[in-house]
């Protein structure tokens, strides 16, 4: 069992560091939604079914029109498969630039030992991504004018050429590995994961030319260290790859439950790639799971934005199961 994992360690890193030149949308709460994350985590959940929704403010402090992510998903277990679907709505800038993507997946989780403490998820994710800009919004240098003291004149020619596509739809195609060891008194529970995005390639281009969207490739890893029976600490990195672009993300989570209200109190501090130090916190009721990050901008855009980044929200509802079972460690709370 020792060599057969190490084996799937080692290849997922191999994947991890082919072919990754720019850099898709991601999320500070990369985990929270775990559709986004990885699509070999649906259907992961111990409950009848999960509704998650996620939103993201960013760059209010230094753009006219900051960039706004909304993401909502929805997935539930059958015996061995999960099944799920996920929308995701992102807008910025003053030409209205928006991509809207619908995906539906499919994993299949199984053990790998007697006791189903060694556990194996894979899956297939698939859908359609919708791009669009409005470009009667956008000005350009042609409508610069010198008269009247100077500015922009939207009745001046942009000297653009017309024949720019204002919308396209591209399909989308990903997938998904995830290892996880979900012994509930183990005092470790390590896990690992890689998901790859844009498996088919599709061409993305506002013009008649060749443009092929790179594929994206994650690796997650972490593990949850039980001190006690009422408190973990979760260290986790993420590695994102897309050509030339690399980003790193490193964070520790923690939890204290306290018996009295039922209640997990969560909180978290990461650290991502030169450009941002994000706090979390939150709280874990029941069936629900309700947290709120917060970017402190560390780039060399700080001075402008005075260290402010972005906010983050997130929701998690999920349908109870007629009878209580034990829950099962995954990589998140």
Known sequence: ??????????????????????????????????????????????????????????????????????????????????FGAQVIDMRAGIGNYNVFQFMGS?????????????????????????KSVDFAKLTFGEQYTTSGGGGFDKTLLSGETNNALRSQIIEQANAGFLYYYAKET?????????????????????????????IRHYVHTGVRINITNKFYLLPKALFMMQTNAR????????????????????????????????????????????????????SSLKDASNNRGGIELSFTYMGKKPKPTTIRNCPRI
Do not use: C
């Open 247 to 298: 980003e790193q993300t490193f964070a520790v989570d923690a939890s204290y439950f306290m018996q009295g209200n039922s209640v997990f109190l969560l909180s978290g501090l990461t650290y991502r790639n030169k450009d941002a130090m994000v706090i979390s916190i939150g709280m874990r009721k029941d069936n629900y799971i309700a947290k709120m990050s917060y970017d402190v901008n560390t």
């Open 1 to 82: 069992m020792r060599k057969f994992l190490l084996v799937i360690v080692a290849a997922v890193l191999l994947l991890g560091a082919n072919n990754s030149k720019a850099q898709d949308f991601h999320l500070s709460m990369y985990d929270a939604g775990p559709l986004f994350l990885n699509p070999a985590m649906t259907g992961l959940v111990d409950a009848t079914w999960r509704v998650h929704a996620q939103y993201r403010n960013q760059w209010k402090a230094v753009a006219y029109k900051p960039y706004n992510t909304a993401l909502l998903s929805f997935d539930v277990p059958y015996k061995k498969w999960g």
């Open 186 to 214: 183990a005092k470790l529970n390590p896990f690992i994961g890689y998901s790859t995005f844009n498996i088919t390639q599709p061409n993305e281009t506002y013009f008649d030319m060749a443009n092929k969207l790179p």
């Open 106 to 130: 499919a994993a299949f989780n199984v053990a790998v030992d007697r006791n189903k403490d060694h556990q194996l998820s894979f899956a297939i994710q698939a859908g359609f991504t919708q």
